[in-house]
């Protein structure tokens, strides 16, 4: 018996079997002598699960390995097969080729050859032309080059002399090396000029006026200085939010949370601020002239919660309804 037929007998299937009967011989096997099934108490039969169980999975890898051969092997002679198909449905230019030369006159063949020869007698003629271009192409740019990088320190003197305006006086040559002048490079345009650094002003980004913001999580936000006039900040959560000299003049805070906000200098002039959360906020030196405060959380009890110390009150209303004077 081959090692291939002990596999199957392990896994009590007939030899040649599929990878899908395979597969599942080996999940029932599994599924009976799993270690797990067994109590734990009983040392010997949990032993033997094991020792069956690993002779379960070296078979299943044996004839997994066994299948995947046959079918790579399988797929190459297939592969094989079809390419020799192939080969001998292709026809050969050889066999013709003979047949095809023999068939064509003497005197077409010689001239062929001196087409041929012609052709390449001309094409090695252009490319020495092109070549002798190159060639000269390259000593007039080094030429070119040579000029630019040592010009001549003196014009030489028969020629003529030009205005005053336009050619520079012996003295003025006289006195400049002549080292220095054949290292002054060539003239090179001028670059394009740019406004200076200084010029460039940022857009400014603190006018937030009429925007709409309802609903918005603005908590420990820094918007001091802001200019959110006439914004609509309806139920906007700006707990802890830093709003030092901010303009809120004429905006919407209804039902906004402004737990501990510094409003330390703010401009709330008109500012509807109904049922809104003022516990803890900082109003020091606030403009609320015309403010709407009408059911605002201001405190505990009888007891205000909220830093007024220098605020302008005139016309607003109170949380309790009531105008101050």
């Not at 094991?50 to 066994?66: D, F, G, M, V």
């Not at 080969?87 to 010689?110: I, T």
């Not at 939010?241 to 919407?252: E, G, P, Q, T, Y």
């Amino acid at each position: 018996m081959t090692q291939l037929d002990h596999y199957y007998r392990v896994l009590e299937i007939q030899p040649g079997a599929s990878m899908t009967d395979i597969n599942q011989a080996y999940k029932d096997l599994v599924f009976i002598w799993h270690p797990d099934r067994i109590p734990k108490d009983n040392e010997r039969l949990h032993q033997k699960a094991l020792l069956k169980l690993q002779e379960i999975n070296a078979a299943r890898a044996a004839l997994r390995s066994h299948h995947k051969e046959s079918a790579s092997s399988a797929n190459s002679t297939a592969e094989k097969s079809a390419e020799a198909k192939a080969q001998q449905a292709r026809p050969s230019a050889d066999r013709y080729a003979p047949k095809y030369q023999q068939a064509r006159p003497e005197s077409y063949r010689s001239s062929s050859a001196s087409q041929s020869a012609a052709s390449q007698s001309a094409a090695r003629q252009e490319q020495a032309r092109q070549e002798q271009a190159r060639q000269e192409q390259a000593r007039q740019e080094q030429a070119r080059r040579a000029a630019r990088t040592h010009p001549p320190s003196t014009p030489p003197q028969s020629a003529p002399r030009s205005s005053a305006s336009t050619q520079p006086s012996s003295a003025q040559s006289s006195t400049q090396p002549s080292s220095a002048r054949a290292a002054q490079p060539a003239a090179s345009p001028k670059p394009t000029s740019y406004p200076p650094h200084s010029s460039y002003k940022r857009p400014t980004a603190l006018d937030w006026s009429e925007a709409n913001l309802r609903n918005a999580d603005l908590r420990e936000k820094d918007l001091a200085g802001r200019n959110l006039s006439h914004a609509d900040l309806t139920e906007a959560n700006l707990q802890d939010a830093f709003l030092h000299n901010v303009d809120l003049s004429h905006a919407i805070l209804c039902r906004a949370n402004l737990f501990r906000a510094n409003l330390l200098g703010a401009n709330l002039d008109h500012a509807d601020l109904r049922q809104a959360n003022l516990v803890g906020a900082d109003l020091s030196g606030a403009n609320l002239a015309g403010a709407n405060l009408t059911g605002a959380k201001v405190g505990t009890g009888d007891r205000i919660m909220v830093k007024l110390t220098g605020a302008i009150l005139t016309g607003t209303i109170l949380p309790n309804g009531s105008v101050h004077d």
